[in-house]
């Protein structure tokens, strides 16, 4: 997910947990990963909503003073349903096995060299 860039640190440590989106179909999932700044956020609910449910606390979590701010930040492109994520920030960690393997992978020339397989017994 794509935020402002004046709401990327508010992600981070917490404060904005949530987020209006109107899409024509939801592009996240409730349990999914996305990498996010140094970390991940970790989807924990989608729900599809109505104009009439988007209130003054919503738009307050979501990071923005109004309701009229969130939905002028909320549209892109030529959907129309109104999906309410909540979410959390979990910043990488160096002990996960999960993350080593993902950065292992990143450099395709290194992935290839640490692949190959040598025979100790032919010469150099």
């Known amino acids: 997910m794509v935020f402002k860039r004046e709401l990327r640190p508010r992600v981070v440590d917490g404060t904005i947990t949530q987020t209006i989106r109107i899409w024509t179909s939801p592009h996240v999932k409730a349990g999914g990963r996305y990498r996010f700044e140094d970390g991940h956020l970790c ?5 599809e909503i109505t104009l009439g449910d988007i209130n003054a ?3 307050k979590r979501s990071g923005f003073d109004n309701v009229i701010e969130l939905l002028r930040v909320a549209k892109h492109g030529a959907g129309c349903k109104f999906y309410l994520i909540d ?3 979990e910043p990488n960690n160096s002990n996960s096995v999960k993350d080593k393997v993902v ?3 990143i450099p395709g020339r290194a992935t290839r060299k640490l ?3 040598t025979n100790p ?3 150099a």
């Open 43 to 47: 989807v924990t609910a989608v729900r």
């Open 57 to 59: 606390a919503m738009a």
């Open 87 to 89: 979410f959390h920030y």
């Open 103 to 105: 950065t292992a992978r």
């Open 115 to 117: 692949g190959r397989k």
């Open 121 to 123: 017994k032919s010469p």
